[in-house]
């Protein structure tokens, strides 16, 4: 059972409400924390620690709700709808550029999850021959909003490529039936098209490419921060205790996550050895779990100014590293 949660997306509604207890009986304060996507491999430390009490522990009732995408997210935290969410961060800059009251407070992917897949049998033989072929994904997808900034990176004019509108979930078939010459997907997910497409499979990780910006972070809403500034940094000193304990040791963690989203646990535990890899950036061994770089998060901001256009912005407004616990290092 878990204890000091409410699991509010449809995909939960046949999950247990806890019991009482004398932790669930104390006076807790409600936060809503919307994730950028379905539950996978990579929120399984929060659904790990809300099962163990720990939120609970802290005075906090979490009610977790499944996301539609980064920009959803953002919206609902920037209006205030919900008190914390999930997002990529370029989407929250652009989010905060066009007047979303939203601040980052815990980073989870250091790295860019940002990659572009192929079929070798298609003639694609590297990401440098996608001039004049076809890119499918939904109109709202991350990378396609940043494509400005990441075709200078692969070194394509931008306009040379067409991008054709597809479901999210149709990336994979749209690419295997040949709808699509390439697409866009986040990097926690690339156990799916090794399994798919095996040798076959064309890939190359922007972060490798010189396009590396942050990738998902905790964000939360701006006058929530300045109203409860005590139950924001329970929050983030809670799940950053929940993501050191599962880097530690993942099988509960992924088992957790397998169980309250119905997921199979070895493509779970796959996908956070994915998600490992993008929390893990070089600072590793020396910065807290969920630090912002400085000349980093310009750096992010610079790429998002280059494909997007917005009322520009002091980019450590958008930030704060204020509330992380400076004594839980993210682990070599």
Request: glycine share 8%; charged share 15%; proline share 5%.
């Amino acid at each position: 059972m878990v204890t000091g949660v409410k699991l509010t997306a449809a995909v939960f509604t046949a999950a247990a409400v806890s019991v009482a207890s004398p932790i669930s009986a104390a006076a807790q304060d409600d936060v809503t924390l919307m994730l950028n996507w379905t539950a996978g491999g990579d929120h399984a430390p929060i659904y790990w620690a809300a099962a163990q009490g720990w939120y609970a522990e802290a005075g906090i009732d979490l009610e977790i709700e499944e996301g539609r995408g980064s920009g959803a997210s953002v919206q609902s935290v920037g209006v205030g709808a919900v008190e914390l969410g999930i997002a990529d961060m370029p989407t929250v800059l652009n989010g905060r550029g066009a007047g979303a009251d939203v601040v980052a407070v815990m980073a989870l992917y250091v790295n860019s999850p940002y990659g572009v897949y192929w079929l070798l049998s298609s003639g694609i033989e590297s990401y440098e021959d996608l001039a004049g072929k076809s890119i499918g994904n939904p109109p709202f997808d991350a990378a396609r909003q940043m494509w400005p900034a990441i075709a200078a990176a692969i070194g394509v004019e931008p306009d040379t490529v067409e991008f054709v509108n597809i479901a999210p979930e149709a990336k994979v078939a749209s690419l295997q039936s040949g709808v699509i010459d390439a697409t866009t997907h986040f990097y926690n997910v690339h156990y799916i098209y090794e399994r798919i497409f095996g040798d076959d499979l064309g890939f190359v990780a922007l972060r490798d490419i010189g396009f590396n910006p942050y990738g998902n972070a905790i964000i939360a809403h701006g006058a929530f921060l300045e109203q409860s500034p005590d139950l924001a940094r329970a929050f983030v000193e809670v799940t950053q205790r929940a993501y050191a304990a599962c880097l530690a040791d993942p099988a509960p963690c992924v088992a957790e996550l397998a169980s309250a989203a119905s997921q199979r646990e070895d493509d779970v535990m796959a996908n956070w050895e994915l998600v490992v890899e993008l929390m893990t950036g070089p600072d590793a061994g020396t910065a807290p779990l969920g630090h912002f770089d400085p000349a980093r998060m310009q750096e992010t901001y610079n790429f998002v100014a280059a494909s997007f256009e917005f009322d520009a912005f002091a980019v450590e407004d958008a930030y704060t590293n204020g509330l992380l616990d400076e004594t839980v290092v993210m682990p070599e």
